[in-house]
């Protein structure tokens, strides 16, 4: 199968690792990747915030990227922005006036996919350690991603696919259906209350005893991320992707340290 | 009828009364996360009725059904609003009501004030009611020299506290037993001085100081969940058989109702008396349910009165992105599961009606211009956990965006110097709507790099984006973008910018 990449602004600029290891899983199955080179945002930020004049040419600029004929089916290593390609961009564009664009963004969204539900649902992954090779020897929490939850139903596939990572502890997360306050500028425009509801979202990450907190986008990791390591934390996010493209030879790097099972640190 | 006729009234007619925020949403916020107490509160009810509608409404294997048939009956009301309210009138009226039309809050006000002093009385008792809270009836009654007394057990400890409900369902949610107790010890006439923060006592107390009132009352004042446009019945759903006094002890009854709450026929009501007690208090069925239709001699009050509340539904119906909103039973169950709502509280939220069907039915009532009310649509992560658990399906998230178009749209053209939040949203789409573009800006990242120093983190930035580093860090850019690193390493560049096939199967990082 012939697939899209479509990285995604904040992965692109701020965590091409995610990136890397979505190639990489995709190439390991035996399918062929490419990287629209159009490509930039999916305007999420622009829409949310209520500028959607501004978002049009952001939104018409993904789609005349992804509409080529040239592969099969599009992925993004984010519930979130995969959200927006389906549901935002046709409301977007309609909004606006522009048929035409509405119907062009409603058939690239037809074809975009999220990473886990392009494995499970449509390469047939049910067993990363053996399908993919993947092992990972840390403590891990997982955190599913309100988007991903709630707009795209991923269910549990993020979770099942790290269920059988060789060598991963996975410890469930308290209260995980809890928003972790990021919501784009609202952590800007209501800082105080997306600070609360971080402050929660930290202390039942920490209370799981985890090393790593997991999860499917990189702006919710990024976010939380931010909270522990201003808490003085050692606690670190990652991806899932991450997870899965990393092998006994080409373990997944993580920034600082992590605790390894066996207690030695890697790095 | 009360009506004097005016000429076409110019439209939209917004809504006045008690639907406005006066300060924005996050300084409101602040203040309220500031109170520890308010908080625990608040975090411990909003969980306990979280987890008993969860388990009531997983019961119920036809629940999504329910929710597409609540959602459907009322998108087809509102469709042919004035043909119901019509078909209503008429047959309300046939079995010995009266109906008044009230387009605003005031004019709803002085239609109840008329008719309470037609009677000669000077008190009356109310069933809780969210309509009267947003016309502030109670307030507009005093002035007139009318002592409004509140018979629900919430809204008594709110009213006798001198405060403000801070949720439709569970007004006095912000406050704990022993609050309740010091409040009744305070305010309440004849509390007994030996009274403790057991339920029970405090329940017990209450009864004994408005069994005494019911008793007497002439007068009662309710609202109403539901109008059957079909018979002409009213229908009011509560928990603690104080309404049912209250609608069945006084000679006078007069009930103000939003015009958005009738359904075409008594066959609806079954699929909303399945959804709304599921989805407010988290029971299969809620205690006590009185259903009226007019008069009945010698039985129960004698005059009957109705008031059909306009107050800027009429505006909300307008909007077609955001109508839906009054699908809204007022249920209560969006502001329960509400991330924001939970640490907040409802007084940040300024109107009558708070949590996410607030943050979007009072700037749609009022106006996106009226006063602060601008600020709420922005009072949501969008996480979405509302619209799960509407049992009308109202896409809350959807309408919270659309309100914010309808925001900044309107703010266009009309400042000198445009915010920060214009211009770097002017600056971010013209960057990331080239992948070019984009490409350009990503060769700065090392820049970034820099600027994050050893420690490889940005802990201070300036302006709007000091909200984030209040209490986030961000993590150091990395050394090149994925981009870059696809061009360079993994497939070699391209000019064009176009797709670039795969040749190198296997590689891994």
Redesign the interface.
Known sequence: MKI?LF?T?I???????T???T??IL??L?H??????????C?Q???????????V??I??HVA?FE?D??DVAVAPSGSCVASVKH?HP?IAR?CGDRALEERAAAVGAKTYELSELLVDVLGVTDAGSQLGSWFPHRVTYHPS??GM??LRLGDRQQRLLDTVRGIDLTPLPEP???C???????????????????DKAANITATGASLCSGGDASCL??I???L??QGSSIRTLHFAEIL?S?E??PAQI?GEVQLLSGKAAQ | MSQTFLGMPSLPVFGTGNLHASESFPKAAHRELGNAQLRANLGHATHTIRDKRLQVVSELPDWEQLRDAGSAIKESVMARLPELLEQFEKNFTARGGVIHWARDADEANEIVAGLIRETGETEAVKVKSMATQEIGLNEYLEEQGITALETDLAELIVQLDHDKPSHILVPAIHKNRSQVRDIFLREMPGADPALTDDPAKLAAAARTHLRRKFLTAKVAVSGANFALADSGTLAVVESEGNGRMCLTLPETLITVMGIEKLLPTWQDLEVFMQLLPRSSTGERMNPYTSLWTGVTEGDGPQNMHLVLLDNGRSAALADEMGRSALHCIRCSACMNVCPVYERTGGHAYGSTYPGPIGAILSPLMTGIQAEENSSLPYASSLCGACYDACPVKINIPDILVHLRGVDVDSKRGKKKIPTQMDAGMKAASWALSSGKRLGLLEKGLPLGRLAAGPDKKITKLPGIAAGWTQSRDIPAPPPQSFRTWWANEHRGPDPEGGPMPSHNKGDQQ
Do not use: I, W
């Open positions: 899209a990285a602004c992965v692109d600029a701020m965590y091409p690792a990136a890397k290891a190639v990489a190439e390991r035996g062929e990747v490419v990287f629209p080179g159009g490509q930039a945002c305007g930020m622009h829409v949310n915030s209520g500028y959607f004049k501004e978002a040419p952001v018409a600029n990227a080529s040239d592969y935002q409301m909004s309100c988007h709630r707009l259906d809890q928003c306050g990021f919501g784009g500028t609202f952590s800007m425009k209501n800082a105080d209350v997306s600070s609360a509801m971080l402050e990024m976010h991320g931010g909270g390591s201003r493209a092998t030879q080409h920034a």
